[in-house]
């Protein structure tokens, strides 16, 4: 059963204690140099993530992975041209790094693609920047909350179809995080 949950509306600059004291390490992945330095820049000014690299593509970043746990943000493109071969190489180079996908259309099909990959949730495509940090602080706080604790703070968005139930209203910039079980 695949259990799909919404991260909190929350502003970019809520954070939790422990992401206070020491930034979220970000790896950035995006085949355009003008937008993954760009996308570099802007969350430079967030207190609470550090971009300490910057690639072009999955199998970069797979041969220069950055040690201990990190979140790697790609987007959707350079997922679709790595496949399930990339996405294994970057989590096997990295294994305490979880992938981010940002980028993703708005449609159940290409969130299904993400999770299936292997990533750790998705960013959707018209999201602001104050969502996408909100959904890298969401992902950290997974990893470092009990799971227990993370599902129920994330009330009525499971599915028994494997099809994310969203709300229509909200879905528009809504970071979506999967759980996979048995």
């Given at each position: 059963m695949r259990e799909y949950a919404r991260a909190p509306q929350r502003s970019g600059t809520e954070?939790?204690?422990a992401a206070a004291r020491t930034p979220i390490r970000i790896g950035v992945v995006h085949g355009s140099r003008l937008i993954a330095e760009g996308l570099r820049d802007l969350l430079g000014h967030e207190s609470t993530v550090s971009v300490t690299a910057v690639h072009l593509d999955l199998?970069?970043?797979?041969?220069e992975?950055?040690?201990g746990p990190h979140i790697l943000l790609a987007d959707l493109s350079s997922v679709r041209a790595a496949g399930m071969a990339g996405i294994?190489?970057?989590l096997s180079a990295a294994p305490?790094?979880?992938?981010?996908?940002?980028?993703?259309?708005?449609?159940?099909?290409?969130?299904?693609?993400?999770?299936?990959?292997g990533?750790?949730?998705c960013v959707l495509r018209d999201a602001s920047p104050a969502e996408l940090v909100a959904?890298?602080?969401f992902e950290?706080?997974?990893s470092t909350t009990d799971t227990t604790t993370s599902e129920a703070a994330q009330p009525d968005l499971k599915d028994d179809d494997a099809k994310p139930r969203t709300n229509t209203a909200r879905r528009r910039a809504v970071p979506i995080h999967c759980e996979c079980g048995d």
């Open positions: 954070v939790s204690e199998a970069s970043a797979a041969r992975p950055i040690p294994g190489a970057c305490e790094a979880k992938i981010l996908v940002f980028d993703v259309e708005d449609d159940d099909a290409a969130i299904i693609e993400c999770v299936r990959a990533t750790a949730g959904a890298i602080l950290e706080q997974l």
